[in-house]
């Protein structure tokens, strides 16, 4: 069996966050500019400075949940996994991943995030949640992955 040198690296997210809460934040962005509609040439009142800060605070929350799961995802490269959650990125090469496996999102009932087994911890993929289905299906393919990373070297050194 022949071993490509360079696999192409594969990208997982999430279907939850990629509709549900750019729609939500759509929803903060619209809302954002209500109060600056109110009088424009009356002056600065307090219920006026108030308003103004809270379009500005929905208007701000509105984006970070456009942003966010826009940025969310779980790469998959030929030199290890690269985790990006909420503008944080963590690197795990493949020398540190024992299994990927599906774990139950803990307050967020029925669905499921990735889970890496690595020799000191088990880290929570929160960018890939889902049903127990979808994220089953995501931790197979990545064990694939490993399975064949882990046959790699033996082939080429033949």
């Given at each position: 069996?022949e071993?490509t ?5 594969k990208?997982?997210?999430s279907?939850v ?26 002056g ?6 108030l308003?103004?800060?809270?379009a500005?605070v ?5 984006l970070?949940?456009i942003?966010?799961?826009i ?16 503008l944080?990125?963590?690197r795990?090469?493949?020398?540190d991943?024992?299994?990927v ?11 499921w ?9 088990q880290?929570?993929v929160?960018s ?11 931790a197979?393919e ?8 882990v046959a ?5 050194a033949?």
């Open positions: 069996m071993v040198a360079e696999p192409v690296p990208t997982y997210r279907p966050q990629d509709i549900g809460l750019p729609i939500l934040g759509l929803l903060f962005l619209a809302c954002s500019p209500g109060p600056l509609l109110g009088g424009p040439g009356r600065g009142t307090v219920g006026e400075v308003g103004v800060f809270l500005i929905l208007a701000v929350f509105g970070a949940m942003v966010f799961p940025s969310n995802r779980l790469l998959v490269a030929a030199d290890g996994l690269t985790c990006r959650y909420n944080r990125t963590r795990i090469p493949w020398s991943v024992l299994s496996g599906a774990m139950p999102a803990q307050s967020l009932g029925s669905w995030w990735l889970q890496i087994q690595t020799p000191a911890r880290v929570p929160k890939v949640m889902g049903t127990r289905k979808y994220v089953e299906r995501v197979a990545i064990n694939g992955l490993i399975a064949g990373q790699a070297p033996s082939v080429g033949a």
